[in-house]
């Protein structure tokens, strides 16, 4: 983490953006990096050896000199690269790198995202037209951002992301055309950007996903892609089969692990399968990993459907386990959203619950319940109607549409 913000910092002293390259020096001195600290001499001299030059030039010939002013100028913005996302964005970075500090292992995954994402959009922005290395460069940075957590990755306007689209079409074009296409870390890191962008394209990224682990089989994140893609196709079968294939790769990846929960809930008569792994996720995913509460409503809701002697009072201890875990949520993730949750709370009305426990007759039912006021409440309604809807949103990604080449031409 310290290392990339280093790294950060002394790419945008190259690009001449001094305030937020000594941000981002200073975010690194202060966060423990012995590397940094051992560089700041070299490096304040080099920001004062530039601020000097810069101020020698006349003022008409600055912003010609200035890179990084030249790209805000093309974007009708003075913001730096990490202003603009921050603004876009609810990952906020000083937020989150706060909650790092204090131990958060959620926290860090993300700001390390973070900083792999802005590298990659500066030096989108760095120019119109970028050298090969440096499209290498940013698809890898980008690649990383997705493999640590793809929801940060959210792109200042539509432009920028068709952009980037086409720097990962040209990339793998590139990649193609090496004789006998071979396997190869930038081939790998293009792949993923290109699955990552496309996410919408279920069937055709399915199949491109399919290619992609046949040439890379020990890159797990191919799998979760796969997780994701069959669950929106409502492949749960699928879904398991490729959670089980990463597993062993990784047996405490916490993605796979849900995935795969979630996919056995929704087939039939496999609620203790899915309460088994919803366990493993949580034996191995960080207390304020984002789906930890929602694991927790889902196991409520296995039990009740198990319909064990105890499931019901199982069921209440998950539900009041999930509404703590929310307590430890980092603050992006909040308010927590989760229909399972919301179908619990109707459950556990006081007046439902009595009708559970004693099983009531239809006709005790109707006079607790009211007859019509409770079982023909709109709101209830809703919340039901809500709950099956969610339920068929099995894997929760924020990918976005963007500009996509023909996958046969990939594979």
């Keep these: 983490m310290f ?12 690009k001449n953006d001094f305030v937020m390259a000594e941000t981002w020096f200073n975010r690194a001195c202060e966060s423990g990096s012995v590397l940094a600290q051992m560089k700041r001499t070299d490096f304040e001299t080099t920001l004062r050896e530039k601020k000097q030059l810069m101020a020698s030039f006349p003022s008409n010939i600055v912003p010609m000199v200035n890179a990084m002013k030249n790209v805000w100028d093309s974007l009708k913005t003075s913001k730096s690269i990490y202003e603009l996302s921050k603004e876009q964005s609810k990952y906020d970075y000083d937020v989150l790198s706060k909650y790092a500090n204090q131990g958060s292992r959620t926290a860090q995954r993300l700001c390390n995202a973070l900083e792999h994402f802005y590298i990659a959009l500066t030096i989108l922005i760095e120019s119109d037209m970028l050298t090969e290395q440096q499209e290498d460069t940013l698809v890898h940075e980008l690649s990383e951002c997705y493999r640590l957590e793809d ?3 959210q792109f200042p306007n539509l432009k920028t992301r068709e952009k980037v689209g086409k720097i990962v079409d040209q990339v793998l074009r590139r990649c193609k ?3 006998g296409y071979p396997a190869s870390q930038l081939d790998e890191d293009a792949r993923i950007c290109y699955a990552s962008l496309h996410m919408d394209s279920h069937e055709l990224i399915d199949e491109f996903l399919n290619s992609c682990k046949q040439k890379y089989p020990k890159s797990i994140y191919f799998f979760e892609l796969s997780t994701s893609i069959n669950g929106w196709l409502e492949r749960y079968d699928a ?3 490729n959670a089980n294939a990463g597993l062993e790769l990784d047996p405490t990846n916490s993605e796979l692990l849900i995935d795969k ?4 809930r929704q087939l039939e008569n496999h609620n203790k399968e899915a309460v088994e792994t919803y366990k493993s996720f ?3 995913a960080p207390k304020d990993h984002r789906k930890v509460p929602d694991a927790y409503y889902s196991m409520a809701m ?6 064990t002697h105890d499931g019901l009072d199982v069921s209440k201890k998950m539900y009041e386990q999930g509404k703590e875990a929310e307590k430890l949520q980092l603050p992006c993730f909040l ?5 399972s949750r919301k179908l619990l709370e109707f459950l556990n009305d006081d007046n439902i619950l009595s009708l559970i426990k004693t099983k009531a007759t239809p006709e005790a039912v109707a006079s607790v319940v009211n007859h019509k006021a409770r079982l023909t409440d709109p709101h209830r309604i809703e919340v039901i109607k809500l709950h099956r809807k969610c339920e068929a949103d099995i894997i929760e990604h924020t990918k976005n549409p963007g500009i996509c080449i023909p996958v046969q031409q990939l594979l």
Aim: charged share 10%.
């Design 282 to 284: 949580l034996a191995v």
């Design 239 to 241: 879904v398991v089969y």
């Design 261 to 264: 929960a979630v996919a056995w």
């Design 335 to 339: 308010p927590y959203e989760s229909s």
């Design 302 to 307: 296995c039990y009740l459907a198990l319909q």
């Design 177 to 179: 055309a090496m004789p």
């Design 3 to 14: 290392g990339r913000s280093l790294n950060l910092a002394e790419f945008l002293l190259d």
């Design 151 to 153: 929801i940060v990755a």
